[in-house]
């Protein structure tokens, strides 16, 4: 095999897990919207919490992004996008077994924080993995699929409210975000 091909190998294998984990992470910004009546209930939080639970993935992520490029770039895109996916998991274990608003809003901004990870590193990594000419295809690829999350979110947090609990918005993330998904595609 050519160097330049074995380089190419598992470039589909690679996008297929880069945008599984950043279909999640783009999931996770509009799925608790739809939960937030439940979570209010649950966790008896006023208008100004319910505000904090659904804005402080937006801030932080918002926040942290051109930071996280500059660590990417000099600690290396797989390690970065790996401990993306590490907090952002354990983020949502946390965010899911929340017992008070407090505990429910630092592990939404720890989320949003691998979640910021995982947007940045994703599309750099895609841009390894791919040869030029295949590249623009690979990213729009991505594009649709991290544009469908954000789109499926509000829909599909309902669905996950109305047949289980508000806290399934957070623990239905949790298994596709091992790093093994992705691990030895990268």
Known sequence: ???????????????????????????????????????????????????????????????????????ADRWGRKRVFYVGIIIFGLAALGAGFSQSVEMLVFFRGLQALGASTVFIASAALLSDVFPEKERVRAIGIYGGVTGFGLMIGPFLGGILVALFDWRWVFLDQYPSHHPRTCGMLL
């Open 1 to 71: 095999m050519k160097p330049e091909r074995a380089q190419y190998r598992f470039k589909w294998w690679a996008l297929f897990g880069v945008c599984l984990l950043a279909f999640t992470a783009f999931l996770d910004a509009t799925i608790v919207n739809t939960a937030l009546p439940f979570i209010q209930t649950a966790l008896s939080a006023d208008i100004l919490q319910l505000q904090w639970i659904a804005n402080i993935f937006t801030i932080i992520l918002s926040m942290t992004m051109i930071a996280i490029g500059k660590l």
